[in-house]
Each structure stands twice: as structure tokens, then as C-alpha cells.
């Protein structure tokens, strides 16, 4: 492949970018929005659990929507299953929270071992999304 095909690819990385940027910022509001304790907040205080229990959540969507990008074939179908990539995470904070009796609670406190939970099932269940995706 010589270079000038490669420049000519340029556009559709900016688009695929932009749109993965834009999925990404959709899903930090959207789970944000429906977990009980702030997240940003409580990380700025320098609370380990949310960070662990945010992050985990943020790879474990991250981990789908890049098997989104290299699977489809419109930026339609990346946006539907960017949907679907966020709403396994939001059922995934559900599960535990119901696991665990109010999980945002345990976060609120500094309770790294529910952080480090929810985090782990979030990059888990990111991982199976992401396998099951490829077909």
C-alpha cells in the first residue's frame, strides 16, 4: 500500500474518530446520569472506588465500540451498537447494584472492594459484548 492510499483513508479515520469520541461522551453523561452517587466529584475528592468502579465501566464500553468500529458498516450501524454497548453497561451497574445493596452507597464511602466489583464485572461483561459483536 503506498502512501498516497493510505492519505486517502485520512476521512474515514476522522469520521470514525469523531463518531467514537462522540459515543464516548454520550456514554460518560448516560452513566453518570443513572448511577446514585457523583462520579466526578468523589474522584476529585480522591475517592479510589469511584475511580476504579468508573474506569472500569469506561473500558468495559470502550471494549465494544471498538468492536463496533472495525465490524460496521455504516456510521448508523456504529451508532446502534454503540447504544447497545451502553445500555450492557447500564444493566451491568444494575446487576451489581442489586448484588451488592446499593453499590453507589459502598462507592460513596470509599469502599474499593465494591469499586474494584463493579469495575471488573464492567470490563467483563465489555469483554463478552465485544466477542459477541463480531458476528
Known amino acids: 500500500m503506498t502512501i498516497l ?13 469523531a463518531a467514537a469520541l462522540i459515543a464516548v461522551a454520550l456514554f460518560v453523561v448516560a452513566y453518570m446520569a443513572v448511577t446514585s452517587h457523583h462520579e466526578v466529584d468523589l474522584i476529585k475528592k480522591g475517592n479510589t472506588a469511584a475511580a476504579i468502579s468508573f474506569g472500569g465501566a469506561l473500558i468495559g ?5 471498538t468492536s ?3 465490524h460496521s458498516v455504516s456510521l448508523l450501524d456504529m451508532a446502534v451498537w454503540s447504544v447497545i454497548a451502553l445500555v450492557v453497561q447500564i444493566v451491568v451497574l444494575k446487576i451489581v447494584d442489586i ?3 446499593e453499590v453507589s ?7 474499593v472492594a465494591a469499586g474494584v466489583t463493579l469495575g471488573a464485572a464492567s470490563i467483563a461483561l ?3 459484548n465485544a466477542a459477541c459483536m463480531n458476528y
Do not use: K
Not at 452507597?105 to 469502599?111: L, S, V
Open 126 to 128: 465489555g469483554i463478552v
Open 5 to 17: 492510499m493510505s492519505l486517502q483513508t485520512i476521512g474515514n479515520f476522522a469520521i470514525y474518530f
Open 68 to 70: 463496533v468500529i472495525q
Open 61 to 65: 464500553f470502550t471494549l465494544p465500540l
Open 99 to 101: 448484588a451488592l445493596r
Open 105 to 111: 452507597r459502598h462507592i460513596e464511602e470509599g469502599n
